[in-house]
């Protein structure tokens, strides 16, 4: 029965394909982001595309895809902040905050030398308090990362 409704009227057609276009945008943008974007559209994209077939009008096409879109978005998004929040992983340079490191050569901020061992390589490092000399062989902690130079304590 749509098919043969949709034969008799083009526009519906062109909306249609309107609606298709549109979905297949949305899930490319979904699959290159890591976010959820435009996921909450995509179902009532998908029945605006019906309806467009069925020669529903326009304004009923638009009404469904925004009502939908947004009563998804509101019901689930914050359920799913809910669902992924939780402590990010810290990885490479970031994984090294709070670990403890081995002094391989004096640190002396003034003198500009100074450099810590830590997982097998070598660091630049500087002090976090100015004036304070930390002698080769003490275990520090690494406080935060400045450039290349890991400043210590």
């Known amino acids: 029965m749509c098919y043969t409704i949709l034969k008799e009227n083009e526009r ?23 976010n959820l974007v435009v996921i909450w559209f995509l ?5 605006s ?13 638009l009404l469904v895809f925004a ?21 990010d992983t ?3 340079k970031d994984a090294l905050i709070g670990k403890t490191a ?3 050569e004096e640190i002396c901020n003034i003198r500009e030398t100074g450099e810590v061992r830590i997982a097998g390589l070598r660091w630049s490092a500087r002090t976090a308090v100015e004036g304070a000399v930390i002698p080769k ?14 400043i210590v304590k």
Do not use: D, H
């Open 12 to 34: 519906s057609s062109t909306m249609a394909y309107f609606w298709i276009a549109l979905l297949v945008i949305g899930l490319v943008v979904e699959a290159l982001t890591a």
């Open 90 to 92: 810290r990885t490479n």
């Open 67 to 87: 009502g939908m879109g947004l009563g998804l978005l509101f019901a689930t998004r914050p359920l799913s902040k809910r669902l992924k929040k939780g402590e």
């Open 49 to 61: 595309m019906i309806l467009a077939f069925c020669n529903v009008p326009l304004p009923v096409q």
């Open 137 to 150: 062989g003490t275990q520090v902690e690494i406080l935060s990362i400045q450039g290349v130079k890991l």
């Open 43 to 47: 179902p009532g994209t998908l029945v």
């Open 102 to 104: 081995l002094v391989t």
